[in-house]
Every structure is written in structure tokens, then in C-alpha cells.
């Protein structure tokens, strides 16, 4: 099972919005709509963001959106924070009964 | 409170062996599926494997790069899952995290801090 692929880093400035892609197959992303989104910052433990392509946790920012189409999921940050730097995760079930994740992407807060 | 943490993390050397622990505590333990995530300093998230609940059948699957070497399993009554690490070799040197996902769905809700496994001669 390949990883997912997302852009390896992305940036905005304070109060922008930035869109984060992941792209996989028919046989994860695009088949299921268990796709998650996680938020992980440097020596600390991943944290669940979105859930189920576009549902939010309890305690989670409504700045944190989530979608999808097709085989693309995304994440949308909008009025970004200087907090919001982090190294983002997508995660997808599989046909294989396996998960995936993505290759990670790295926003920076200009 | 609702945690987890792992242990049973070091150095050992190519080929050999290692058994981590995941000890579960705050939430109904024997409900939920477990799993593993690793990463590679540097590095992204990798999943594992997982261990279904009882009422599963104590399922497992595992990731194809570890499968048959890696063997999860879990303790219900001691609320603990382990993952026995068989032929280590050097790039399964990562940190290592618990998590699970809730029952009926698939995303992980609560991770651990992590535990070094490190694999060098």
C-alpha cells in the first residue's frame, strides 16, 4: 500500500486560509469516507483535526475544514494562527483492511 | 483519565528481538480496536498493524513491511497491547505509538507519547 501523497510543505500568512491535498485510489481515499486528518508538532504525539473526510472532534477549531472529491481529500485552515504550525498528517482506511497515511506536509506561519 | 502510554523501548541489534507494551487506562479498554503507528526520525507516520476487539475476534492485519516479524496481541484483563518485534533490522528504528480507533469507526481518537526503538549494531 503506497503512502498517500501530499505537498511536502506549504505556508500563509497570519489570517489567510491555506488548503492542504492528499491524493490517493479508488482503493483508499476515493473509496471510503474514512479519511482523517492529523496535527502533529515537534517531539509530541499526533492529534486527531477532522475525521469521517469532514467531521470535527470536540475541542477542535472550526478554522479546521475538511473535504473531499474523488480521490483528493483536503484540509482547509482558515484565519491561520501562529499555533497552526505543525506537520500535517491524512490518514485513509483501505480496501486491504490496512490504514495509510500520508507523506506529511509542513505548514509554516509566515 | 483517559491515556495511554507504551514502554518496553531501546536498543537492541539487527535480527534481534523486542516486545512493547501499551497500557490503556480511562476508557472501556476491551471495546476498542489498537493499534500501531511508527516514525522514523524525520520522518512520516507509518501504520503498523492492528488488533481487533474480543468481540472480533482479536482480528489482526499488519502493514506488508512488518508482517511476519511483528506479531500484535493484547491483554484485556491488564487493559495492555503488546507488539512483539521478530528479525529487527535497522529501518524499523522509529518511534513507536499506541493508538486506537473507536469502535465502529476508523480514525485514531487518542495516541501515546511514543516509545524509541532503535536498532543498530
Known amino acids: 500500500q503506497s503512502a498517500l501523497t501530499q505537498p511536502a510543505s506549504v505556508s500563509g500568512s497570519p489570517g489567510q486560509s491555506i488548503t492542504i491535498s492528499c491524493t490517493g485510489t479508488s482503493s483508499d481515499v476515493g473509496g471510503y469516507n474514512f479519511v482523517s486528518w492529523y496535527q502533529q508538532h515537534p517531539g509530541k504525539a499526533p492529534k486527531l483535526m477532522i475525521y469521517d473526510v469532514s467531521n470535527r472532534p470536540s475541542g477542535v477549531s472550526d478554522r479546521f475544514s475538511g473535504s473531499k472529491s474523488g480521490n483528493t481529500a483536503s484540509l482547509t485552515i482558515s484565519g491561520l494562527q501562529a499555533e497552526d504550525e505543525a506537520d500535517y498528517y491524512c490518514?485513509?482506511?483501505?480496501?486491504?483492511?490496512?490504514?495509510?497515511f500520508g507523506g506529511g506536509t509542513k505548514l509554516t506561519v509566515l | 483519565e483517559v491515556q495511554l502510554v507504551e514502554s518496553g523501548g531501546g536498543l537492541v541489534q539487527p535480527g534481534g528481538s523486542l516486545k512493547l507494551s501499551c497500557a490503556a487506562s480511562g476508557f472501556t479498554f476491551s471495546g476498542s480496536a489498537m493499534h500501531w503507528v511508527r516514525q522514523a526520525s524525520g520522518k512520516g507516520l507509518e501504520w503498523v498493524g492492528r488488533?481487533?476487539?474480543?468481540?472480533?475476534?482479536?482480528?489482526?492485519a499488519y502493514a506488508a513491511s512488518v508482517k511476519g516479524r511483528f506479531t500484535i496481541s493484547r491483554d484485556d484483563s491488564k487493559n495492555t497491547a503488546y507488539l512483539q518485534m521478530n528479525s529487527l533490522k535497522t529501518d524499523d528504528t522509529a518511534v513507536y505509538y499506541c493508538?486506537?480507533?473507536?469502535?465502529?469507526?476508523?480514525?485514531?481518537?487518542?495516541w501515546g507519547r511514543g516509545t524509541l526503538v532503535t536498532v543498530s549494531s
Open positions: 493508538t486506537r480507533t473507536p469502535l465502529g469507526y476508523w480514525y485514531f481518537d487518542l
Open positions: 488488533i481487533r476487539s474480543k468481540a472480533n475476534s482479536y482480528a489482526t
Open positions: 490518514s485513509s482506511y483501505t480496501s486491504n483492511t490496512t490504514w495509510v
